[in-house]
């Protein structure tokens, strides 16, 4: 018989990271705040959780983030110059960010890994189920994977994870998990995980990407947790412990993903997110695929 675990209504963000990656631009400008086309990041992120249904998020920010803030708080003044030009399509994009969801911040203070600013959000959460969306990865609209996490969190109580395959040779860029089938194809139980480890070492080629459903029991092995892989405290490191004893904050599921998924965590794979989110956007695609074609033909034939 199906159990009845308590709704999620929260959503958690961390957004402390400093962005060394995308260096200059991150200088002074949050990466969440890069633009993919013509929105943040950041607001992607948000989108997907509110049409999951989780409409009160959490930002976990640090330093020079501000920017975050007040780009999901009004506008006035410029709403205000819209209103007068007339330009209603603009001052309806303009209004749509701060109109999303209800957002909180804290700030994470010392970067100790993304373990550490999950726990950052325990006074906010409470004892309630929640979810975690890393910014660096995209989920399209059309592959309800948070949705999808949150029922099998309803059926199954405990924690679930985000899974996709991955090849051989990239695993060690992920937290990787141990895990068994079920009678769900989408649904393996996890039996294990480990932090980025080497492909040798690694337990199967399923990858752990930024999507998480988490018991509160989290929080208290969090607590516990000593800094691992990095010298950071690492939520995969806990999420052993509640795989290994389901007492704690009961099992561990995994949802295995095979959606479209926009990586803008990485300069090149940042790129090719926009290139297929634009050529697929109505208002941009005919004619930015029309030119994609001409230029990839030049390209071809001076090689």
Known sequence: MTQSHPRISKAVIPAAGLGTRFLPATKATPKEMLPVVDKPAIQYVVEEAVSA???????????NKRPLEDHFDRNYELESALQKKGDAQRLAKVQQSSDLATMHYVRQGDPKGLGH??????PHVGQEPFAVLLGDDLIDP??????????????????????????PEQIHLYGCAAVESTADGDVVKVTGLVEKPDPADAPSSYAIIGRY??????????????????????????????AQDE??????????FKGRRYDTGDRGDYLRA?????????????????????YVTEEMQQL
């Not at 600013?117 to 325990?122: F, I, R, S």
């Open 53 to 63: 249904g989780l409409d009160d998020v959490l930002m976990v920010t640090g330093r």
């Open 117 to 122: 600013a999950v726990l950052c959000a325990a």
């Open 142 to 167: 059309r592959d309800p994977l948070l949705r999808r996490m949150i029922e099998v969190r309803e059926q199954h109580g405990g924690s679930v994870v985000a899974l996709m395959e991955v090849a």
């Open 213 to 242: 459903v988490l018991d509160p029991g989290v929080f208290g092995v969090l607590r516990q947790t000593e800094p691992g892989r990095g010298g950071e405290i690492q939520l995969t490191d806990a999420l052993q412990q509640l």
């Open 247 to 256: 007492k704690v904050g009961g099992p561990v599921h995994g949802v295995v």
């Open 274 to 294: 926009i290139v297929r989110l634009a050529c697929e956007r109505e208002d941009l695609g005919p004619d930015f695929r029309s030119w994609l074609r001409r």
